[in-house]
C-alpha cells in the first residue's frame, strides 16, 4: 500500500496549524502556506493537509524511486480532471504535486461499524462500481482499489483517493496475475463480499438514504 490519504477526516478534526512554510515553487512567495497536518511520510514520499488563502488542499513532494509515482498520479489526474470523485490537480513539477482536497471517511473508516444499513454500503459500492467504469471507459484504471482509498463523501458519494500507480494493489484486493480494469473489477467483488456476502453491489437504493443526515453518519461511525 503507499503513501496516500490514509488519515483523511473531516476538517473539524484538523488541529490548529502549528507550523508555517513557504512551498517550493510557489509563483508568489506572498501566498503563505499553512501546514495542517502529516497525511503520510516515507523516505522518498511526504503528503500534507494545508492551506493557502483559505483553501485546503493536499500537497506530495517526492525524491528517488516516488518520483515516478508522483509522474503517474499527475498523470492520471489530469485525465480524470472532471471526475467528482478524483481529485482535481492544482500544480506539479518536478518533485511536488498539488491537488484538491476531498472531505469525507474513508471506507476503512467506516466499515467496522455494524449499525449501518447494508443498503446504505451498497449504494456506496454501487457508486463505487459506476465511478470504476467511467475510469475504464477512459482507458484508465485505478490498481489499489481497498478500504482506505474509497473517500465517502458527506453527501455519500464516493471518491478514489492514491492515484500514485497501478497494479501494485493492497492484499487481498488484489490478485498479481490480474491488472489494468480487471484489476480494479476483482477488487470490487473482494469489498462487496466483505461488506455484503456477495460479489455484486446489487440494485439497492437508487438514492443515498444518508442525505441531510451528516451528523447523525459522523456519530455512527464515532460511536
Known amino acids: 500500500m503507499s ?6 477526516e473531516p476538517l473539524n478534526s484538523v488541529k490548529t496549524p502549528t507550523k508555517r512554510k513557504i512551498v517550493a515553487g510557489q509563483t508568489n512567495p506572498r501566498e503563505m502556506t499553512v501546514t495542517l497536518k502529516l497525511l503520510a511520510r516515507s523516505e522518498q514520499c511526504q503528503t500534507s493537509l494545508c ?3 483559505g483553501q485546503l488542499l493536499v500537497i506530495k513532494q517526492a525524491s528517488g524511486a516516488a518520483l515516478q509515482q508522483l509522474e503517474l498520479e499527475a498523470q492520471a489526474l489530469n485525465a480524470l480532471h472532471d471526475l467528482p470523485g478524483v ?8 518533485g511536488l504535486l ?3 482536497y476531498l472531505d469525507g471517511l474513508t471506507l476503512q473508516a467506516v466499515r467496522g461499524d455494524r449499525t449501518l444499513p447494508r443498503r446504505q454500503i451498497s449504494y456506496w459500492l454501487q457508486n463505487l462500481r459506476n465511478l470504476l467504469e467511467e475510469i475504464h471507459a477512459r482507458g484508465l484504471w485505478h490498481g489499489d482499489v481497498c478500504p482506505a482509498n474509497v473517500l465517502i ?15 501494485w494493489g493492497t492484499p487481498p484486493y488484489r490478485r ?4 489494468g480494469p ?20 446489487g440494485d439497492g437504493p437508487n438514492r443515498p438514504l444518508l442525505i441531510g443526515r451528516e451528523q447523525e453518519l459522523d456519530l455512527l461511525v464515532r460511536a
Open 3 to 8: 503513501n496516500s490519504e490514509r488519515a483523511q
Open 51 to 53: 492551506a493557502r488563502q
Open 153 to 167: 463523501r458527506p453527501d455519500q458519494q464516493v471518491a478514489l483517493l492514491d492515484w500514485g500507480g497501478p497494479d
Open 87 to 94: 481529485p482535481r490537480l492544482l500544480t506539479h513539477q518536478h
Open 98 to 100: 498539488e491537488r484538491s
Open 182 to 201: 480487471e484489476a480494479d473489477r476483482f477488487a470490487l467483488r473482494q469489498l462487496c463480499e466483505e461488506l455484503l456476502g456477495q460479489s455484486d453491489p
Open 176 to 179: 498479481p496475475e490480474l491488472s
